[in-house]
C-alpha cells in the first residue's frame, strides 16, 4: 500500500489512540466527582465534607469535558480507520478521464468532513475546463471562491452542472441534470456531488466503451 494512502490510516489510529487515553485519564475523576455530588446531595452516610463538594461541583465539567472529547475522538478514529481501510480497497480514480468509484466517492464525501469535497470541486473544476466553447475557469480561484464566498457553491454547482451536461452532450451521452443539481444545491448540498461524479462516471464509460 502507497505512503499516501497509510498515512491517513495511521492519522486517525493516532486519534483513536489520543481519544482512548483522554478516556481513561477523564472517566475515574468524573465518577469520583459524580459519586461525591450524589452522596453529598442526597445526605447520606458517605456524604464528603462539603469542601469535597464545592470542589466536585468546580471540577466534574472538566472531567465531563474531557470525557466525552475522549469518546468522540475515539469513535472518529476507529470508525476514520476503518472507513479509510475499506476505501483503500476500492478501485482507484481514474483521473484522467473523470471517473472516480461512485461508492469511494460516497464514503469520501460523508467522512472527510469536507476536505474531500473542497478537493472534488477543484478535480471537476479542472476537468470540466475541456468543454469546448466555454470560458475557462481556474480551478483554484473557484475552489477559493467556494470557500469563502457565501452561495458561491450552489453557483457553481449550477454552472459545472451545464457543463457536464454539454460534455454528455458532445459525446453522445444524454444528461439534464442542472435543475435537480441546482435545487439540491441549496438543500442538500452533499448529493449534488453524487449526482455530478455519477453523470461523469457513465461520460468516461461511454467514451471507453
Same mark, same amino acid.
Given at each position: ?25 477523564? =472517566? ?7 459519586? @461525591? ?37 475515539? #469513535? ?15 478501485? =482507484? ?7 472516480? @468509484? ?26 470540466? @475546463? ?7 475557469? @481556474?480551478?483554484?480561484?473557484?475552489? #477559493? ?52 461524479? =455519477? ?11
Amino acid at each position: 500500500m502507497r505512503k499516501r494512502k497509510i498515512m491517513p490510516i495511521i492519522l486517525f489510529v493516532i486519534l483513536a489512540i489520543i481519544g482512548f487515553a483522554l478516556f481513561v485519564k477523564f =472517566d475515574t475523576p468524573r465518577k469520583f466527582y459524580l459519586n @461525591n455530588i450524589s452522596d453529598y446531595e442526597a445526605h447520606n452516610s458517605f456524604a464528603p465534607p462539603v469542601e469535597w463538594y464545592l470542589y466536585s461541583k468546580q471540577s466534574i465539567g472538566k472531567t465531563t469535558f474531557g470525557y466525552y472529547s475522549g469518546i468522540i475522538l475515539g #469513535l472518529l478514529g476507529i470508525i476514520g480507520t476503518v472507513a479509510t481501510i475499506f476505501i483503500n480497497l476500492l478501485p =482507484d480514480n481514474n483521473k484522467s478521464n473523470g471517473y472516480c @468509484n461512485i461508492l469511494k466517492h460516497v464514503l469520501l464525501l460523508l467522512l472527510t468532513f469536507g476536505i474531500y469535497y473542497l478537493i472534488w470541486i477543484y478535480r471537476t473544476t479542472k476537468y470540466l @475546463n475541456q468543454v469546448k466553447g466555454v470560458q475557462q475557469r @481556474n480551478p483554484t480561484s473557484k475552489l #477559493l471562491l467556494c470557500i469563502f464566498v457565501p452561495f458561491y457553491l450552489i453557483y457553481w454547482i449550477y454552472i459545472s452542472a451545464q457543463l457536464i451536461d454539454k460534455l454528455a452532450y458532445s459525446k453522445g451521452v444524454e444528461s439534464n441534470i442542472v435543475t435537480i443539481c441546482s435545487v439540491l444545491a441549496i438543500f442538500i448540498n452533499i448529493i449534488p456531488p453524487i449526482i455530478m461524479q =455519477d453523470k461523469i462516471n457513465i461520460i468516461a464509460t461511454a467514451i471507453n466503451t
